[in-house]
């Protein structure tokens, strides 16, 4: 099993930054991929970015050059020239491949952006 634990969501005026912490705990040795996701009322859940456990990143369009992804013991997303959009809930997200593929999922930490 594996815990996932979000930190650093709130409330922020636009072209604020805020950076949002997980860390990961239990069975975390075949970790193949660590990302970020979220999702705002009424609307499906959709990637932010994501890192691989070689270090390659992927990002939305519509935050690339703004939010950075990156990934020591603690996964962290760096977001800066917030925009009211950027409201949402942001999930963590550990993708673990051992026995097959398991995906974990954090609770959620809620980032508010008003303009």
């Known amino acids: 099993q594996v815990q996932l634990v979000e930190s650093g969501g709130g409330l922020v005026q636009a072209g604020g930054s805020l950076r949002l912490s997980c860390a990961a705990s239990g069975s975390i040795i075949s970790i193949h991929r660590m990302g970020w996701y979220r999702q705002a009322p009424g609307k499906q859940r959709e990637l932010v970015a994501v890192?691989?456990?070689?270090g390659s990143t992927v990002y939305a369009e519509s935050v690339k050059g703004r939010f950075t992804i990156s990934r020591e013991k603690v996964m962290y997303l760096q977001m800066n020239s917030l925009k009211p959009e950027d409201t949402a809930v942001y999930y963590c997200?550990?993708?673990?491949?051992?026995?097959?593929?398991?995906?974990?999922w954090g609770q959620g930490t809620q980032v508010t952006v008003s303009s």
């Open positions: 890192i691989t456990s070689g």
């Open positions: 997200n550990v993708i673990i491949v051992s026995g097959g593929v398991n995906n974990y």
